[in-house]
């Protein structure tokens, strides 16, 4: 049966064309596999001695990763939430042939198994092992602590399979551990001091490496019992009536004939799925210093680091949103294209609503007084130039991207593998390092306030010429209309 399985799953992707995955794309997924299982294999070689050498206090190496492990695990069911593509099957063919329907779960439930997700943490859990051996530890101890350890990321894996299905769950999992984070940032309590056992204990006495096992065991029976009870052709035919509601929005008639593109644009954000996860995204960016910032021996940020925390607070509803245009109408595109529409008039809506979007965030970054005032006059100067220019290169970037968005899914929020092609990269590289390279001019000539009124001035500058660039821009969509249209009908 599993032969049948595999052969059809082959014929599946021939007529798929391999998922349509280019080389480049494929060269690209392989570079970043080879560059973080490197990562894992020198933190597995050099771990025990750089938490040994750092001295902090908190017992020995094992205890230590045992301490911050619970965070670890958060950490990568949002990466796997957001990144890992599972297998899809087509079943409808299947259901109607004399299979259990066991069976296909079972082979496609294991198959998905087979991810780099998976397996990368074994090049830190085997070194790590290896070395614990050889300082003197004890074999059994660190042998069912590191058999622990895996069997937490196998856990992982059948969870991530089911938070598509219980996102309430997984918000509410995000909520309580990113109250704990910031309960313990602001030294109120320290929860880790107590769930460090929890993994620890397993090395003090073997035997309890078995409650590890059962959940995994418990995780992959659930998965299982899931889509054998919800694997019905009735309910695969089934189309879902949602009740619609309305919007009249009359605050954005101020916006002259641009009203309408940007009604149609906040009912998107407010009806679907996968726009409302962006936004959601986008909003957690405005924590991104949080997690990165950390004073010097002196004291004080490095401003490489600030302008780069800048931008992403910043910037964050322009990348997220704003490198989906046009694919957010792909749905309605050709229709759209019948219509008596100009482009500079779509166009301008988009960068609109980017522009709003920056707007919050701008005022967003007052949370950060607290921290350092340099970085919020930081992220307003980078907001002014993502307005005034980085929008421009995000639209820009739109006219070469033909990937449709399934706005029922918010999977893959941060990039789908068909939006990427080597012309959006190379014309998305300048908003990433533009505002670091203008700062940095200022900065030569005046100081802070150099680089500061620098990005003011080119984001102001780029918004007197928003007519010119949206000419050419409209030039760029016109030539690139049919092939678009083309590419958002055979979806």
Not at 398 to 407: F, N, R, W
Request: aromatic share 18%; hydrophobic share 50%; proline share 3%.
């Amino acid at each position: 049966m599993h032969k049948l399985f595999v052969f059809l799953e082959k014929k599946r992707l021939a007529r798929n064309g391999g998922e349509q995955m280019n080389t480049l794309l494929k060269v690209f997924k392989w570079l970043a596999i080879v560059y973080f299982g490197f990562i894992f294999l020198m933190l597995g070689i050099s771990g025990f001695f750089a938490i040994e050498k750092a001295a902090l206090g908190m017992g020995s190496p094992i205890q230590v990763i045992s301490r911050y492990w619970m965070y670890y695990m958060v950490a990568e069911m949002i990466m796997r939430f957001a990144l890992q593509k599972l297998p899809t099957a087509s079943i409808k063919p299947l259901l109607v042939l004399p299979i259990p329907k066991l069976k296909i779960v079972k082979f496609y439930i294991g198959s998905s198994f087979v991810s780099a997700f998976n397996f990368v943490q074994l090049l830190f859990i085997i070194p790590f092992a290896i070395v614990c051996f050889t300082q003197g530890y004890s074999i059994l101890g660190v042998l069912a602590w590191s058999i622990a350890v895996y069997l937490c990321i196998c856990t992982m894996h059948f969870i991530n399979i089911l938070i598509e299905s219980y996102k309430v769950v997984f918000i509410g999992v995000i909520g309580v551990f990113g109250s704990l984070a910031a309960i313990q940032y602001f030294d109120l309590f320290d929860s880790t001091a107590y769930t460090q056992y929890l993994l620890y204990s397993v090395y003090e006495y073997p035997v309890l490496i078995l409650a590890y096992g059962g959940v995994l065991a418990m995780a992959i029976w659930m998965t299982i019992h899931y889509y054998v009870n919800n694997m019905y052709m009735d309910d695969l035919l089934k189309i879902k009536v949602e009740v619609g509601t309305t919007q009249e929005m009359k605050w954005l008639d101020r916006f002259g004939t641009y009203a309408s593109f940007l009604k149609n644009d906040v009912r998107l954000i407010m009806r679907n799925k996968r726009a409302r996860t962006t936004v959601l995204m986008s909003v957690l960016f405005m924590f991104y210093g949080f997690l990165v910032l950390r004073p010097g021996a002196s004291g004080e940020y490095s401003t490489i680091m600030m302008i780069i925390v800048a931008f992403m607070v910043s910037g964050g509803f322009l990348m997220m949103f704003g490198q989906y245009v046009p694919s957010w109408d792909s749905s309605y595109y050709p229709l759209m294209m019948t219509q008596n529409i100009t482009y500079k008039n779509y166009l301008k809506s988009k960068w609109l609503i980017i522009a709003l979007g920056t707007a919050i965030s701008m005022l967003g970054s007052l949370i950060y007084i607290s921290t350092s005032l340099d970085l919020v006059y930081l992220i307003i100067a980078t907001g002014v130039f993502n307005i005034g220019v980085n929008g421009y290169i995000v639209l820009l970037g739109g006219a070469y991207l033909k990937s449709p968005v399934d706005l029922t899914a918010n999977k893959n929020v941060f990039g789908d593998k068909n939006a990427f092609n080597l012309r959006v990269m190379l014309i998305s590289l300048p908003k990433m390092f533009l505002p670091i390279i203008v700062y940095y001019i200022g900065y030569m000539l005046y100081g802070f306030w150099g680089g500061f009124g620098m990005l003011v001035l080119t984001g102001i500058v780029g918004m007197f010429f928003q007519d010119a660039a949206f000419r050419y821009i409209e030039k760029i969509y016109k030539k690139e209309k049919y092939s678009t249209i083309n590419a958002f009908k055979s979806k």
